[in-house]
């Protein structure tokens, strides 16, 4: 991670250096406020340090500069400071730093204000990272226009409907939630390596066609699988994993692509499983129309303890209205003659 | 007493108390270590507060003290300079530049001149900032003469513990 500092005095400059790079950051510096703002130009920083007052640019107004700029990358700002007062706190807040650091600085509180500034940025990075390579899977099948807004949404609400049933309780928090919102639109992540001749195929598929098509689920799970051996950190990739491996399984051990049967499935692939299938139901695909809320709602009723876990069931009955905003809201292409 | 007199005086009763100790019969270890608490007590920067915050870095600390006395010496007579010229916004910003250096060095008496000129000039009390100023300059020249003695102090002294509690490196 590379910091820029920026202070006008040299014993504060290398006092900050000495202990980031202690702890491994890559660090620069610059000794006003106009060497800081074009340094920050070069986009090279995540996290920046900065006195309050300095020569050619105050700290203040480089924090306005870096908030006016709307950067699309986010710039972690601390603010040193000797002031200790309220009005001082309100004024760096209001121009936009993220956080204060006073003098005399403690090399641990330094660190663990640093620490927290990255955790901020790598939860922006995993969330981008995460949901724009599930968008270049789905750049391959042009026919599903929103669907992975829909599905994370849809997901979200189920979860949320789910954990007021008191055996969900333990399982389904807010973290919990917050992931299955983050790592459901990757379900169909391993459909990147299969052949445009059947993904995108007009009309129904052959019996080999289908296996083919199967394997998305199981090339979906190995590619993030060997990306969690590569960053065992990244502990949601477990669930991104699940989603992508169970999707398609059924309650009753007729899915794909292992025929888990009912709770072996793990709890993510059984949410998701309930919102693909709203939503292909919904959709306009190139072999079908699309049905309505109520078509739809019905056909996941009747497979309810058959296809679906009934309790999920259950609960999309609870919050079925709210499924039918968020798809009239993020239009899946219902133009074409809804099918009854 | 002057503050560099009082220096004086209770340097000299050290040593002296050192050299007794040793010839009643303390170990000569013992003996230095009981000065060298007591110097520290007497010092113009926390120096074992500064080689905390340096990580035990003993260069850097000496390269900082150093570059302070320089700096201190500067910003006293910019300071006394923008007060005879009442250009009282101009003290409070040297001021307070001075209070976040003497702050990271530990440098505590001249933190708090510092700050006292600092408030006065941004409340417009003239004669209050010049008090200070003349306490600051005092607390300065102490620092000038303990410059020989900081510096052997650095080599000397361990980190302060309450500030050497570190988090764990992470991998990178």
Known sequence: ??????????????????TLEAFGYDVTSA???IEASSLLRTGDYRIFI??????????????????DRGLDNYIYVILLTSFSSMEGVVQGLESGADDFLTKPFNPAELIVRIRAGERIISLESREMTIFSLAKLAESRDKETGDHLERIRTYVKILAEELSKQVEFHDIIDGEYVKLLYLTSPLHDIGKVAIADSVLLKPGRLTTEEFEVMKTHTTLGAQTLAEVATCYP????LKMAIDIALTHHERYDGKGYPNRLIGDEIP???RITAVADVYDALTSVRVYKDAYSHETAVEIITRDSGTHFDPRIVRAFLGCQDRFLEIKNQLNCETSRTVMA | MSASRKWC???????HTTDSKTRDGDSPSDAVSISTKAVESLLSIDVPQLLSRCLGNRDLARRLIERFQISTSELEGKIEKALSELQLEEVSLLAHRLKGEAANLGANLI???SASIEDACRESQLPIAVGALADLKQNNKLLQEQLPVLIQ???????????SCLPKRQPR
């Not at chain 1, 300095?54 to 306005?64: A, D, F």
């Not at chain 1, 950190?233 to 949601?236: D, E, M, N, P, V």
């Not at chain 2, 005086?9 to 040593?15: A, D, R």
């Open chain 1, 50 to 67: 900065s006195d309050w007052q300095m020569p050619g640019k105050t700290g203040l107004e480089l924090c306005k500069e870096i908030r």
């Open chain 1, 267 to 269: 709890l993510c692939g």
């Open chain 1, 1 to 18: 991670m590379k910091i820029l500092i920026a202070d006008d005095d040299p014993n504060t400059i290398d006092m900050l250096t000495n």
């Open chain 2, 9 to 15: 005086v209770v340097v000299n009763f050290l040593f």
């Open chain 2, 153 to 163: 102090n650095v080599a000397t002294s361990d980190p302060d513990p309450k500030l």
């Open chain 1, 31 to 33: 000794c006003d406020g």
């Open chain 2, 111 to 113: 933190r708090e001149n």
């Open chain 1, 233 to 236: 950190s990244a502990g949601y």
